[in-house]
C-alpha cells in the first residue's frame, strides 16, 4: 500500500469494518508504515487502549516502539501502554528493541576455563569462583527433596529455599541466552506410621516457579521414558482390588525442564558465535519424548544415564563449550562431556562421591 495521505484515510476507515483478526492486524501494520506521525499518533492514542485482541494491539506496540526512536510521543506513548497492560510479551519486544539499539551487550567469547574442573562443596558458595556468564550449558539433577539418602532439608519449603539459592549462581555463571537443563520429578515421603498419608510432591511443577522466578524462562519439557519392569510397582494395589480411585499407575517418565537464561536477543545471535561448520551428525529425535533405560551404580543412588547426557550435550551445546553440572554425584555428565570435546564444570558436596570424582583428572579450584 501507498504512502499517500488517501491511502491512510481508507486505512483507517478498513481497521473500523468488520475485518478478521489477521486483517486487521495487516491494516495496522500497514497504517505504522506511513510517515504522517501526526495522524498515525492520534490514531493510536485513540485506539491502544480499547478492547482489541492482543494480536491487533502488539502491532500498534510495534509501531509506537520503531516511531520512538524519532518522536518522543510515540515513546510517551510506547510507555503508556507498557504501564497499561503489563504484558510480558510487550515487554520482550520493548527489551529487543532497547538491545538493538544499544548493541552493547556482548556474549563471552573467551573463557577463563580451559581444563575440566572440580568445585568441592555447597555449589551455592563455590560457584562464586567461576567469573560471570563463563558456562554454555548447564546440566543437572539436584537432589529430590529427601527422596534419596544424601538430602536432608528441614522442609519442603526449605528445600526449595535452597535450590532456588544454587539457581541463583547457576544464573550468574551461565552465558546470555544459553540453556539450563534440569532433570526432576515428583517424589513420595515414607509415611510415618499407616494411620498417616504420605505426601507426593510435584518437584518439577514447583522448579517452574523457581526457575522463572531466577531469570530463566520455559522453552521445552522433554519425557524421559524408562522400561516399565525398571521402575517401582505401583499399580500392585489396584490390580488386585480393582477399586476405583486405589488407581496408582507406574510412574515411568521424569522430567527434562529445558529453560534459557532471559536474553534481550534471539538463539540466532548464540548460534552465529560459532564456526559455520560446526554441525551434529544425522542422528536425531524428533520428538519431546527420549526412551532411556535408567542406569544404577554401585557408588552413587542415582545417576544420569550417559545416554541422557549424550543427547543434552549434543541438542543444546557446541564442541569446546564450558557446561556445568552443579549437582554432579558420581559425574556421569563430566565424563561423557569430556568424551563429547566439552569442558566440564562439576560441583559436588559430598565427601565420598568428591573423592571418587578426583580419580577423574579435574583441577580442583
Ligand atoms: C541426584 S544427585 C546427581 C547425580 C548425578 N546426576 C550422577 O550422574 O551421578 C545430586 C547430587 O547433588 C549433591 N548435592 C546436593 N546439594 C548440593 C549442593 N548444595 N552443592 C553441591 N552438591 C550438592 C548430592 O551430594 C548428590 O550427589
Known amino acids: 500500500m501507498g504512502a499517500d495521505g488517501e491511502n491512510l484515510e481508507y486505512l483507517f476507515e478498513l481497521f ?3 475485518l478478521d483478526i489477521d486483517l486487521k492486524r495487516e491494516v495496522v501494520s500497514s497504517i505504522g ?34 516511531k520512538s526512536k524519532n518522536d518522543d510521543r510515540f515513546l510517551a506513548l510506547k510507555d503508556k501502554m507498557l504501564q497499561f497492560y503489563k504484558n510480558e510479551f510487550m515487554q ?7 538491545f538493538r539499539q544499544s548493541k552493547k551487550l556482548k556474549l563471552t567469547k573467551k573463557t577463563e576455563i580451559l581444563k575440566p574442573t572440580l568445585l568441592c562443596g555447597d555449589n551455592r558458595q563455590t560457584l562464586k569462583k567461576i567469573k560471570d556468564r563463563q558456562i554454555k550449558l548447564i546440566f543437572t539433577s539436584p537432589p529430590y527433596y529427601n527422596a534419596k539418602i544424601y538430602s536432608d532439608y528441614k522442609s519442603y519449603d526449605a528445600y526449595l529455599l535452597a ?25 513420595i515421603t515414607k509415611r510415618a506410621g499407616r494411620e498417616f498419608e504420605s505426601i507426593r510432591y510435584p518437584i518439577h511443577f514447583d522448579f517452574h516457579k523457581i526457575l522463572t522466578e531466577s531469570g530463566f524462562y520455559f522453552i521445552d519439557e522433554i519425557i524421559w521414558i524408562k522400561p516399565e519392569f525398571s521402575v517401582p510397582n505401583r499399580i500392585g494395589g489396584y490390580i488386585q482390588s480393582k477399586k476405583p480411585l486405589s488407581y496408582k499407575p507406574n510412574c515411568i517418565t521424569e522430567s527434562i525442564l529445558v529453560y534459557r537464561k532471559n536474553a534481550p536477543f534471539l538463539l540466532d ?26 542406569k544404577s551404580d554401585k557408588n552413587h543412588p542415582a545417576v544420569f544415564p550417559e545416554e541422557l547426557c549424550e543427547k543434552v550435550l549434543k541438542y543444546y ?7 556445568c ?14 568424551k563429547m570435546e566439552r569442558i566440564p564444570v562439576l560441583c559436588e558436596q559430598n ?11 579435574y583441577i580442583e579450584i
Not at 279 to 286: F, G, V, W, Y
Not at 351 to 361: D, E, F, M, S
Open 16 to 18: 473500523y469494518a468488520d
Open 33 to 66: 508504515r506511513h510517515k504522517q506521525n501526526d495522524k498515525v499518533f492520534d490514531f493510536l492514542s485513540s485506539e491502544a487502549f480499547k478492547n482489541h485482541y492482543m494480536e491487533v494491539i502488539y502491532q500498534m506496540f510495534r509501531t509506537a516502539l520503531y
Open 92 to 98: 520482550k519486544m520493548n527489551d529487543y528493541y532497547n
Open 163 to 187: 535450590m532456588k539459592e544454587s539457581l541463583k549462581e547457576c544464573f550468574r555463571v551461565l552465558d546470555d541466552g544459553r540453556f539450563i537443563i534440569i532433570n526432576v520429578s515428583p517424589v
Open 269 to 294: 545471535k548464540n548460534i552465529n558465535e560459532y564456526d559455520k561448520e560446526l554441525k551434529n551428525d544425522d542422528t536425531i529425535d524428533s520428538t519431546n519424548c527420549w526412551y532411556i533405560s535408567p
Open 317 to 323: 551445546s557446541f564442541k569446546g563449550d564450558v557446561v
Open 325 to 338: 553440572d552443579p549437582f554432579a554425584g558420581s559425574g556421569t555428565f563430566g565424563k561423557v562431556a569430556k
Open 351 to 361: 565427601k565420598t562421591y568428591i573423592a571418587n570424582l578426583k580419580k577423574g583428572g
